[in-house]
């Protein structure tokens, strides 16, 4: 995942919510700007759950929906997990 992490330099948070920050990022290499969404998640359950919309949402391609660009799971080996969407 540092791989994709290093990728991306956050600007600023442009939301927050019950689940997650949203910033706005910038690709280093061709400055193309994104939307990082960090959701945690406090449970593995929880964790279980995410996985399942990110790979549901990974698949989408259409027009009237946000496109999901890449992602990756961001852990310290706690109980705290976060999943980054850049989209």
Request: a positive charge; glycine letters at 4%; charged letters at 30%.
């Given at each position: 995942y540092n791989e994709i992490k290093s990728k991306y330099k956050?600007?600023?948070?442009?939301?927050?919510?019950n689940f997650g920050i949203?910033?706005?990022v910038k690709n280093i290499m061709t400055n193309e700007l994104?939307?990082?969404k960090r959701v945690s998640a406090?449970?593995?359950?929880?964790?279980?759950?995410?996985?399942?919309?990110?790979?549901?949402?990974?698949?989408?391609?259409?027009?009237?929906?946000?496109?999901l660009i890449e992602y990756y799971f961001d852990s310290d080996n706690s109980i705290l997990n976060e999943v980054n969407l850049n989209i």
């Amino acid at each position: 995942y540092n791989e994709i992490k290093s990728k991306y330099k956050p600007l600023k948070v442009i939301g927050k919510g019950n689940f997650g920050i949203v910033f706005l990022v910038k690709n280093i290499m061709t400055n193309e700007l994104f939307v990082n969404k960090r959701v945690s998640a406090k449970t593995k359950e929880e964790l279980k759950e995410i996985a399942k919309e990110v790979k549901l949402m990974s698949k989408i391609d259409s027009p009237y929906v946000i496109k999901l660009i890449e992602y990756y799971f961001d852990s310290d080996n706690s109980i705290l997990n976060e999943v980054n969407l850049n989209i």
